[in-house]
């Protein structure tokens, strides 16, 4: 082996036990590895820094400001109240349900954009049946691994698969095709989920999850002893806490129940001290009022260096389960954007750039909500982790892995060359992008075809299947990184539930393919 082979084999075992270790925190350690490979010279400044620019950095950002938009429109809880409504509240229906969405999603645009409109209702429903995020958001970005494989446009790697058929002497894939190993492989997803995942997933919750708030109008009646039309929020009126800090302005001000603000566009609902109802009062520090109004003039309102607000009327307006103006902009701009990537009429980064652009010039969220939605830890581990896929390849690493497989299984059953080639990109995925790593093993599946003298296609549809398979690390695939923060998981966290799922992949990609697609020539 050269010293750039050992150099990267080094790295990349060294991050493995960091990233395990749980430690350094994610973002930091992929930035190490992209200085390591730098200091080691396995690949070049640019190459080095190349993540930053890199369409899927692009991609996941805008697609975190599309994700926001749906959220703070009313979409996402008008979403969750629909889903709610027809499966219950029961842990495993909502589970499958949102799994089953995220799949036929995925079919329909791609991973990362299935999974990021799909995260805030996600993370909704788990507050609602009493569960952790945790315990759906990953099964949501495994849902949408299997989903990849029910059409052609499930994934990037589907098309440039069936072309690849083609141009290597075979027959290209149908549209429905996948689907014939899809179906089996998000049903046996799905099972697995159930079955094991209550025991296999983490119940940690993250430090700043927001409380639910879906039920704040009815509380807010119940602790104030207002009737349910003083608290209740629609699309354009809300109602929300505050308090009076040391130091307020506001303090000796005199207020009672019924009375307009200054300004003539809140109503006072109701005033509290040290937790008794007041028919009027000169404010003092900690009263608390309960102000009505327009959602424009809430957050103006609160705005106010003076006082304090128990829960941000922003954050509130997100429960609106009725449908207005923003929310129907939202989802008119979210199916565009799902029409331009399912058609590949652009770049995903560009559509999707543009759909967020769109959003804010819309404004159905402001500059700032953007900003804030923008997960930079997310992003700058995507970054970091692109050169050591980039020296995995030029270091002659993959080359090595792949003329051993040549040399000593050109021969070998049809069956092992299978399995043999499945565990390369199992393995090679859980680490680089499923597309390189595709790119990395289909000379070699070509070549080991040509010398057992069988039909390519089933060792290509084996690469897509264990390409699929990407569960075992955080950083395998954008999606799995998407969940990572909302869900509060760990590195360590993927593998438990990855494993049997991972198992499951590689058996249908070594033994059911065949069966489909056979070995023997056309």
Excluded at 70 to 78: I, K, P, Q
Excluded at 231 to 247: A, F, L
Excluded at 491 to 520: C, E, M, N, Q, S
Aim: proline share 7%; aromatic share 6%.
């Amino acid at each position: 082996m050269t010293p750039a082979m050992i150099a990267t084999l080094v790295v990349l075992l060294t991050s493995i036990v960091v990233f395990v270790s749980n430690k350094v925190p994610p973002a930091l350690v992929a930035l190490g590895v992209a200085l390591a490979l730098f200091l080691t010279n396995v690949v070049s400044f640019e190459q080095a820094i190349a993540g930053f620019g890199d369409p899927v950095v692009v991609y996941l950002a805008a697609l975190f400001v599309v994700s926001e938009a749906l959220d703070v429109s009313g979409v996402t809880a008008w979403a969750g109240q629909q889903l709610t409504r027809r499966v219950g509240e029961k842990r495993i229906a909502v589970v499958a349900a949102m799994m089953l969405l995220c799949a036929a999603l995925t079919a329909l645009i791609s991973v990362n954009g299935a999974v990021a409109a799909l995260i805030p209702v996600a993370v909704m429903l788990a507050s609602r049946i009493g569960q952790p995020p945790a315990q759906i958001l990953m099964p949501l970005a495994f849902a949408a691994h299997a989903g990849s494989m029910l059409t052609l446009l499930g994934t990037p790697i589907n098309l440039m698969v069936s072309e690849l058929a083609e141009e290597a002497g075979a027959r290209p894939i149908g549209f429905f095709e996948f689907a014939l190993v899809g179906l089996p492989l998000l049903a046996g997803t799905i099972a697995i989920v159930l079955l094991w995942g209550p025991r296999l997933l983490p119940t940690r919750a993250p430090e700043d999850a927001p409380p639910d708030l879906s039920r704040h109008a009815l509380t807010l009646a119940e602790h104030h002893g207002l009737a349910d039309r003083d608290t209740s929020i629609t699309r354009n009126d809300g109602v929300t806490e505050i308090v009076i800090p040391p130091r307020s302005p506001f303090v000796g001000d005199h207020v009672f129940p019924g009375m307009m603000t200054d300004s003539g566009d809140l109503v006072v609902k109701a005033v509290q001290r040290s937790g008794r109802s007041m028919t009027s009062a000169d404010l003092q520090a900690g009263d608390v009022l309960v102000l009505r109004g327009t959602w424009e003039a809430l957050e103006a309102r609160v705005a106010h260096p003076g006082i304090v607000a128990v829960d941000e009327p922003s954050r509130l307006r997100r429960f609106v389960v009725e449908l207005g103006p923003r929310s129907y902009l939202a989802i008119g701009v979210m199916l565009a954007m799902c029409v331009c990537l399912a058609l590949d009429l652009a770049p995903a980064a560009i559509v999707s750039l543009a759909a967020a652009g769109l959003l804010v010039l819309l404004r159905v969220l402001s500059v700032p909500q953007a900003q804030r939605a923008i997960h930079l830890p997310t992003l700058l581990i995507v970054a970091g982790m692109v050169p050591l896929s980039t020296a995995i390849r030029t270091s002659g690493l993959a080359d090595v892995l792949a003329d051993w497989l040549t040399v000593h299984l050109g021969s070998a059953s049809p069956l092992l060359l299978q399995l043999s080639i499945v565990l390369v990109v199992v393995i090679l995925g859980q680490f680089i992008s499923n597309l390189a790593t595709v790119l990395i093993v289909f000379p070699i599946a070509l070549t080991v075809a040509a010398t057992a003298e069988i039909s390519p296609l089933p060792l290509l549809m084996g690469i897509t299947v264990a390409g699929a398979a990407a569960f075992i690390t955080p950083v395998a695939t954008a999606a799995n990184l998407m969940v990572a923060e909302p869900g509060a998981y760990r590195f360590g966290d993927y593998w438990k539930l990855g494993l049997p799922l991972l198992t499951l992949f590689v058996l249908v990609a070594t033994f059911l393919v065949p069966l489909i697609w056979p070995f023997a020539p056309a």
